[in-house]
């Protein structure tokens, strides 16, 4: 299941050149006001036709210079800022829209129910919803059109801060038991790091880097459009047991790691978020430490303060000041370790 675009358009006052693929699982659509994300989604799902180019999903021709699907045969199933549910329907009624011109629709309700947690709603009109809980039922009701891509339009830049929060978790749930690619265009470095599997970050018309979330976040030349803050690292981990004392033993890439406060069950993978600033750097192995998660690792690049490490074949990223770099002599090919004094826990 995947979607791969290649596109050009020339707009007065800008050229677009988009190519990138979308394989299953959430991919976000990210660059700042203007660069071309409506624009890519519009070309998609086709309402505007561009200049030349090929969109195919799932081995299925979408546009190239033979073909151009109506937008109503493309599957193509949409969720935007509002909801754009029928206010005079409950939302059983809204949820069952979609079987009036598809067959199979019935038989997927109840599984689509469950998946979003919409069965304590169905009787309800739109209008006596929360934003997150239209925004479900939007996302359901998208479903049962049988899409074979998912596109979401900001689907949570109307929600306040503690309504993204209750969405947020049904989002997670989508992105991992659905198999379809989603396309999820977003403004929010935070939503992006908790949902995206897949980054595709525009800039001016153009795709300026593309790959899985894990790469795109431990690039050092990508920390300031992700914003300082937020640079690090994602790392997958696998619980292996817990210790008489609560702390639960991961292995990840780089080596053993130990969490607190995690429930998961033995063979759960996790994903570890790792802040730059939350690792500091040793060249020899550190003793007497409080830090319970001290990594080798290999120095790859140094750029400032910012060092990107190898940790086995995953990446980290330690912000530290450029006198340390230069006290520790840091240079690509260095031994270090890595400690890491704080890790949050994504589930995967
Ligand atoms: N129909 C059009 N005619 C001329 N220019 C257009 C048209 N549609 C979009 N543009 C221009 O193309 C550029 C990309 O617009 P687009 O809406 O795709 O950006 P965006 O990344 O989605 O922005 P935002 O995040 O603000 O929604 C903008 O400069 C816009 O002015």
Partial sequence: MSLSVAYRHAFPGLALDVSFDAPGGITALFGPS????????????????????????????????QTNLRPQVRRIGCVFQDARLFPHMTVAKNLRYPSRWRRGAAQD?????????????????????????????????ALLSDPALLVM???????????????????????????????????????????????????KGRVTHAGPLTQILSDPD??????TREAGALLTATVQG????????????????????ITADIGTVLRLRVLAHEVILSRDAPQGLSALNILPATVLRVDGGLVQLAL????????????????????????????????SVLPS
Avoid at 34 to 62: E, F
Avoid at 242 to 261: N, S
């Fill in 222 to 227: 990508l920390a300031p459009r992700l914003g």
């Fill in 34 to 65: 203007g660069c071309g994300k409506s624009t890519t989604i519009a070309a998609i799902s086709g309402l505007m036709r561009p200049d030349q180019g090929r969109i195919v999903l799932n081995d299925r021709v979408l546009y190239d210079a």
């Fill in 312 to 343: 086995g074949d995953e990446r980290m990223l330690a912000q530290i000041t450029p006198r340390s770099v230069e006290a520790l002599d840091l240079k690509p090919g260095t031994a270090c370790h890595a400690i890491v004094k704080s890790v």
């Fill in 242 to 261: 817990r210790d008489p004392d609560g702390m639960t033993r991961v292995m990840t890439a780089g080596g053993p790691m130990l969490l607190q406060g």
């Fill in 109 to 141: 309700f109840g599984r689509v129910v469950d998946l979003l947690g919409l069965g304590q709603l169905l009787d309800r009109r739109p209008g006596t919803l929360s934003g997150g809980e239209r925004q479900r039922v939007a996302i359901g009701r």
């Fill in 153 to 203: 339009d900001e689907p949570l830049a109307a929600l306040d801060d503690s309504r993204k929060a209750e969405i947020m978790p049904w989002l997670e749930r989508l992105r991992d038991q659905v198999r379809l690619p989603i396309l999820y265009v977003s403004h929010s470095v935070p939503e992006v790091l908790r949902l995206a599997t897949t980054v595709v970050l525009m800039d």
